[in-house]
């Protein structure tokens, strides 16, 4: 299914795994009506968040003094307060994201033959490991869903309530509003397959631009491909500017999400405690990698496109355009995912030192807990 996908396959995918995000905005032909309704349905499922949010809140409160709960409740704590986190974000760039979209759309539409080569060969390379992801994060949650019907817990979370739910039809709808949750946790977490399409849809376009550049074969050629390449790069730089703050909040949430996913690998807990945080460490892991991969790819061709000119016979062109040649290979920056004071560049490097330093927190952390546990003095 996913081998024979096309441009336009992948971005109705991002959109149906979406769905219960409202994340994906509306055309900008949407009615009124069509308006009132997505408002209204992002609110009821942001507010649905919130429902769920203060009980595994008051979850940690009762089970702090037993380390595998109380790490499950915070676990589960950050990947419900990631939904209205997220969403904020997401309604308030609504205008943007449709912007970006509505542009990505109309270049697969009315692409050219080799424009459209060049965006099915991205798809070819990345369409199997995004749509393993997206079946991943689904998947995650309905397993804690079916897994509910063969163990003691009435619900998939262990959130506490200050009354009564053990009896119909209390029970029924809070494990329907759970599981409601869930799913939403895995629809946000999707919003990083979004902005890795837009960051791949970017660099795709600097590839064609590449082609186009090294085509040239007079002054206004040449004058057209420039203006495009500043168009083009103020593109990448806005999807840039969308993309960083999701990345910032899915850093910060999978940070901490490792950190107690570390405390359960290195404490003393049963061996199916510690397979249900293995779910944790992948989920948190494949959200980091799905936007560090397109970004670091986006820093490279976006630097390298300009540099290409010189792979053409620019030595055979009359002496004018040498002239404007020897202009356009003057470096330009590249366009970086970054946070100011923050995060440097966001690539596979940025990614590689994440990990490092989780696994350096998990050290720490085994070596504090082993000398909780064993009783041993801290100045030995």
């Given at each position: 299914m996913f081998r024979n996908a096309t441009p336009e396959t992948a971005i109705a995918f991002t959109e149906f795994i979406l769905g219960l995000s409202c994340c994906w905005p509306l055309p900008s032909t949407a009615t009124k009506s069509q308006i009132l309704c997505f408002k209204i349905l992002r609110s009821v499922l942001f507010l649905n968040s919130l429902l769920l949010f203060c009980p595994l809140l008051y979850a940690i409160y009762v089970h702090r003094e037993d380390t595998a709960m109380f790490c499950k409740?915070?676990?589960?704590?950050?990947?419900?307060?990631?939904?209205?986190?997220?969403?904020?974000?997401?309604?308030?760039?609504?205008?943007?994201?449709?912007?970006?979209?509505?542009?990505?759309?109309?270049?697969?539409?009315?692409?050219?033959?080799?424009e459209r080569q060049i965006f099915q060969r991205y798809v070819d390379k990345y369409a199997i490991y995004y749509a393993a992801s997206a079946v991943w994060f689904y998947w995650s949650p309905s397993i804690i869903l079916i897994g509910t019907f063969f163990i003691s817990d009435p619900f998939p979370t262990n959130a506490?309530?200050?009354?009564?739910?053990?009896?119909?039809?209390?029970?029924?709808?809070?494990?329907?509003?759970?599981?409601?949750?869930?799913?939403?946790?895995?629809?946000?977490?999707?919003?990083?397959?979004?902005?890795?399409?837009l960051l791949l849809f970017a660099a795709a376009r600097?590839?064609?631009?590449?082609?186009?550049?090294?085509?040239?074969?007079?002054?206004?050629?040449?004058i057209k491909c420039v203006k495009k390449y500043y168009t083009l790069k103020r593109y990448a730089e806005e999807v840039a500017n969308t993309a960083r703050y999701t990345t910032l909040i899915t850093l910060c949430i999978c940070g901490i999400e490792s950190v107690f996913a570390g405390i359960i690998?290195?404490?003393?807990?049963?061996?199916?405690?510690?397979?249900?945080?293995?779910?944790?460490s992948i989920t948190v892991?494949?959200?980091?990698?799905?936007?560090?991969?397109?970004?670091?790819?986006?820093?490279?061709?976006?630097?390298?496109?300009?540099?290409?000119?010189?792979?053409?016979?620019w030595y055979e062109q009359p002496l004018r355009i040498q002239k404007?040649?020897?202009?356009?290979?003057?470096p330009q920056s590249p366009v970086i995912l970054r946070i100011r004071c923050i995060i440097p560049a966001f690539s596979l490097s940025y990614y590689c030192s994440f990990i490092t330093n989780v696994l350096s927190m998990f050290t720490a952390l085994r070596v504090v807990m082993f000398q909780d546990e064993d009783g041993i003095p801290d100045d030995i």
């Open positions: 409740s915070v676990s589960l704590t950050l990947a419900v307060v990631h939904v209205p986190l997220h969403s904020t974000y997401c309604f308030s760039q609504h205008d943007r994201y449709q912007r970006l979209i509505e542009e990505m759309k109309s270049c697969c539409e009315k692409g050219n033959s080799y506490e309530y200050p009354f009564p739910v053990d009896f119909e039809p209390v029970r029924s709808i809070i494990f329907l509003q759970q599981s409601l949750v869930g799913m939403q946790c895995a629809s946000l977490l999707c919003t990083n397959i979004l902005c890795a399409l600097f590839e064609i631009l590449m082609t186009e550049i090294c085509a040239v074969n007079g002054v206004k050629s040449l690998f290195i404490g003393r807990q049963p061996f199916t405690v510690k397979l249900q945080f293995v779910t944790v892991l494949l959200a980091v990698f799905m936007c560090a991969w397109p970004a670091d790819n986006l820093i490279d061709v976006s630097e390298s496109t300009m540099r290409t000119v010189y792979q053409s016979k404007f040649i020897l202009f356009m290979m003057i």
